[in-house]
């Protein structure tokens, strides 16, 4: 695998030098400083991609070139930023980074009820509560029909929660939601949180699908043109929030969005989490289906229960067994290398590490401290040396 790592610019509290002592030795990265729907100009890319190159790494992976509300909902003006993006593809192809992860979430992208829940070892880990959300989305922001959502008891248990709940906590709850985590490119106050949820209003599962279809058609045969490969990123978490459709969190919604755009430039990020927590989906079944078209990997782990809370296990431990996993992309790599593929090797990065040790002090980006992405790695490394030894 090409060990990857990402980083989210110059005020990354992990810099290039730090990831470069890690063994990583390509990165994942975007402009997060350009607004939604805007092209990406050339001398931008050029200007990242030289700063990452002279401290002697790869601009591997575009993570993400965000997708317009406008054209999730293709309302407003979803042609115009059709048109921007194709634009940005094509000056991504010319500054040679071809490959682009993506997602099509509505409003908001991953997303978590605490991002500092602390674990027996006392290292601190991303989590995900069902009834913090409730809380949030029912006395909190009080988002008309919600308690369609819940059943009776969901909603009294939301309630006990929420009263136990201080003023500052309440801030907490709400700012974890929808302020933004790492990687999105805006967040919300309540009110604006609200109004674009109101977007969404006539907007299910099936129409949300038939506009990423729509989407799709419109900009592959542009990254196929470029030799870009799109790798749509899972549901983070793989389940229908405040009223939200998801329509990528399971093995037929893969089948539904090959079946109708089957370019291999239509391809996938398999994030082991974000599919992990759904407890119908096969993962190793999901990548030997889709491995011809797998073109980039998220290696992490979630700890799941019945109810459907999780929190971000170590990479080794959790509800997906990444010794399976592991062995499937080893296959997956030499079978493309047998055939002449330039991509064989796949980029890969430890994903949503722990805050521990000296990162248990310091500002860090949730999920993306150093040392607990650099433990993952580590065990990473292992597992496939492991493995491809023994395949030999």
């Excluded at 990402?6 to 990265?29: E, N």
């Excluded at 992490?300 to 929190?311: E, I, M, P, S, V």
């Excluded at 000296?358 to 040392?371: E, F, H, M, Q, V």
Aim: glycine residues 6%; contains cysteine.
């Amino acid at each position: 695998m090409k060990q990857t790592w990402r980083w989210f610019g110059p005020k990354d509290p992990v810099s290039l030098l730090d990831i470069k002592q890690t063994g990583a030795t390509g990165i994942v990265s975007a402009l997060h400083y350009i607004k939604n729907g805007e092209v990406w100009p050339i001398d931008d890319i050029l200007k990242h991609k030289i700063t990452i190159e002279d401290a002697g790494l790869q601009w591997s992976v575009v993570e993400s070139v965000p997708i317009h509300e406008d054209i999730k909902t293709r309302s407003g003006n979803y042609k115009t930023y059709i048109n921007n993006y194709r634009i940005s593809l094509q000056n991504l192809a010319q500054c040679g980074i071809t490959t682009v992860c993506y997602n099509f979430m509505p409003v908001l992208d991953w997303t978590r009820t605490s991002l500092d829940y602390e674990l027996k070892d006392g290292s601190k880990a991303l989590r995900f509560d069902v009834t913090a959300f409730a809380a949030f989305e029912l006395y909190i922001l009080k988002r008309d029909g919600a308690t369609s959502s819940y059943s009776n008891e969901e909603q009294e248990a939301a309630l006990l929660y929420f009263k136990k709940l201080s003023e500052a906590e309440i801030t907490k709850l709400s700012n974890t939601i929808i302020a933004g985590l790492p990687g999105t490119e805006e967040g919300y106050s309540l009110e604006q949180f609200q109004k674009v949820l109101n977007t969404y209003s006539n907007i299910n599962a099936e129409q949300l699908k038939i506009n990423l279809v729509a989407f799709l058609k419109e900009i592959i045969p542009t990254a196929a043109e470029n030799n870009i490969n799109m790798c749509i990123h899972p549901d983070d978490p793989p389940r229908s929030i405040l009223g939200l459709p998801r329509v990528v969190s399971t093995e037929a919604d893969f089948d539904y969005l090959v079946q109708e755009v089957p370019n291999k430039a239509n391809g996938i990020t398999f994030c082991t989490g974000s599919l992990g927590v759904h407890p119908d989906n096969d993962l190793p079944k999901i990548f030997k289906k889709y491995a011809d078209r797998i073109y980039f990997l998220h290696l992490r782990n979630t700890l799941r229960d019945a109810q459907g809370n999780f929190h971000e296990a170590n990479h080794l431990e959790g509800d997906t067994d990444m010794f399976d996993i592991v062995s499937e992309v080893i296959k997956e790599e030499k079978r493309r290398k047998s055939i002449g593929r330039s991509d064989s090797q796949i980029p890969m990065r430890p994903d949503h590490g722990h805050q521990m040790l000296d990162d248990l002090n310091k500002n860090t980006n949730p999920g993306y401290s150093g040392i607990g992405r650099l433990r993952g790695l580590a065990e990473l490394r292992g597992l496939e040396l492991g493995i491809y030894r023994n395949l030999i």
